[in-house]
């Protein structure tokens, strides 16, 4: 299976920006679909937005649209999650991981992998 390795966590303010990058070695991302996760402290793990392979379709969870952006970078071999005006119930760890279910209706990890996480922590 691909390896991930997720970085750009960090404590932020409320209102204030991050960008998170779920890097992979040994294999291409760009033939998976990518989404990207978070677990708030003491909660389920929770998809916040996807991208996949096959047409390129991204989806979003209600609670980040207008906010967060995924992207891929297929010559960096990265896919990126901007977080824009954070909130601080956006606090958790985040994580990215191949092979979700993509969809408009859920987002659901299915029998990919994932990385470690990373830690976000919006506070003033």
């Known amino acids: 299976q691909v390896q991930l390795v997720e970085s750009g966590g960090g404590l932020v303010q409320p209102g204030g920006s991050l960008r998170l990058s779920c890097a992979a070695s040994g294999r291409s991302l760009r033939y998976y679909a990518i989404a990207w996760f978070h677990q708030a402290p003491g909660k389920e793990r929770e998809g916040v937005s996807c991208?996949?392979?096959?047409?390129?379709?991204?989806f979003y969870k209600d609670s980040v649209k207008g906010r967060f952006t995924i992207s891929r970078d297929n010559d960096e071999n990265t896919v990126s999650l901007q977080m824009n005006n954070l909130k601080p119930e956006d606090t958790g760890v985040y994580y990215c991981?191949?092979?979700?279910?993509?969809?408009?209706?859920?987002?659901?990890?299915?029998?990919?992998?994932w990385g470690q996480g990373t830690q976000v922590t919006v506070s003033s």
């Open positions: 991208i996949r392979s096959s047409d390129g379709m991204i």
């Open positions: 991981a191949t092979d979700p279910i993509c969809s408009r209706a859920q987002i659901i990890f299915w029998d990919g992998s």
